[in-house]
């Protein structure tokens, strides 16, 4: 097999291989992970449940040396070999180093966009107090004060959640919106009917 079949050979592959794994990213199969988009709740003892449509995970992506960062190599190695041996006429040796440079750029710039995908679908710290002073809707009924748990749900660390919560006076029912006072361990949200 001479040079230019084998350029043909990788960058074919390679841009088989990259458009099913990215698919299967995008549809959450393989390294897609799913993850929540949107609502968490909390249980009793304060574990953080997730519960939404999945997306492309961003531990997932692209990073330098991963299957999709070594792929993009591939491919930008072997259409840019196969343009120099057959569009530019470079000699082997220099088409080969031309298609190594090219496609270890490719490499970073995959890589370079999978450190920004992480940054932005990085989710924030979950951090309860963050809750204090905001406005909720009661999602199961929160029994009055000393008489158990409720659960609210309200935007906690930029993130709408479902939290177990308690009255600071008497019961507040399902759907009434409620104002967060304050935090306890668990965690458990202290609230009041909005409008008191």
Do not use: C
């Not at 043909?8 to 929540?36: C, P």
């Not at 330098?64 to 070594?70: A, G, M, N, T």
């Not at 082997?92 to 995959?110: E, K, N, R, S, Y």
Request: glycine letters at 12%; a negative charge; charged letters at 15%.
């Amino acid at each position: 097999m001479n040079d230019i079949s084998l350029y043909w050979v990788i960058a074919l592959a390679s841009s088989v291989l990259f458009g099913i794994k990215l698919f299967l990213a995008l549809v959450g199969i393989g390294d897609g992970d799913a993850h929540d988009m949107g609502f968490e709740h909390a249980d009793g003892d304060g574990a953080v449940h997730q519960s939404a449509s999945p997306h492309l995970s961003s531990e997932a992506a692209f990073t330098l040396i991963s299957l999709q960062s070594i792929l993009a190599f591939l491919m930008g190695a072997g259409w840019t070999g196969l343009a120099a041996r057959k569009e530019w006429e470079l000699g082997p040796g220099l088409a080969a180093l031309t298609a190594f440079v090219i496609g270890f750029l490719m490499m970073l710039l995959a890589s370079y966009l999978a450190w920004v995908l992480r940054k932005l679908t990085k989710s924030p710290p979950f951090d309860p107090k963050t809750a204090v002073g905001q406005v909720g809707k009661v999602y199961l009924t929160v029994p009055a004060k000393g008489g158990g748990f409720g659960q609210v749900e309200v935007l906690v660390s930029g993130r709408k959640r479902i939290i177990n919560a308690m009255s600071s006076g008497g019961e507040i029912g399902s759907f009434k919106e409620v104002r967060v006072l304050e935090v306890h361990d668990g965690p458990t949200l202290v609230v009041e009917p909005l409008g008191v």
